[in-house]
């Protein structure tokens, strides 16, 4: 199997006034579907009230990040699927839910992880 992420930003979503619980509650249906099928890795949302940081290897904190991922955000799922078309069904029913397009980027595979 191999692993996706299915991703969007947040400017992305654009949900009416008193629409975002139907939302949430449409994503979360979709949750519980690929944990169901066996294919759910992970996801969740990227609180954006919480600054970046940059660790080095000596453990030096740095306030920010990295100059082009300065605007990473929004909502990320990875799904562990046994084909990129399978990918491409979940990422629609996200969509749906989330009522906006979803990219999908596939993993390198690594036998370790």
């Known amino acids: ?57 000596d453990g030096t904190v740095t306030e920010g990040t990295y100059p082009q991922t300065r605007r990473i955000e929004g909502g990320y799922t990875v799904l562990d699927v046994p084909s990129r078309a399978q990918a491409l069904e979940w990422a629609a029913k996200i969509a749906t839910a989330c009522r906006c397009a979803q990219e999908v980027r596939e993993f390198a595979y690594d036998p370790e992880s």
């Not at 949750?31 to 970046?52: C, H, L």
């Open 1 to 57: 199997m191999t692993k996706y992420l299915i991703s969007f930003p947040s400017d992305a979503m654009v949900v009416a006034d008193g629409e975002l619980p139907a939302v949430a509650d449409a994503a979360h249906a979709v949750v519980a579907q690929a944990k169901a099928a066996g294919v759910w890795v992970f996801g969740g949302g990227i609180d954006e009230s919480v600054p970046p940081v940059l660790v080095d290897g």
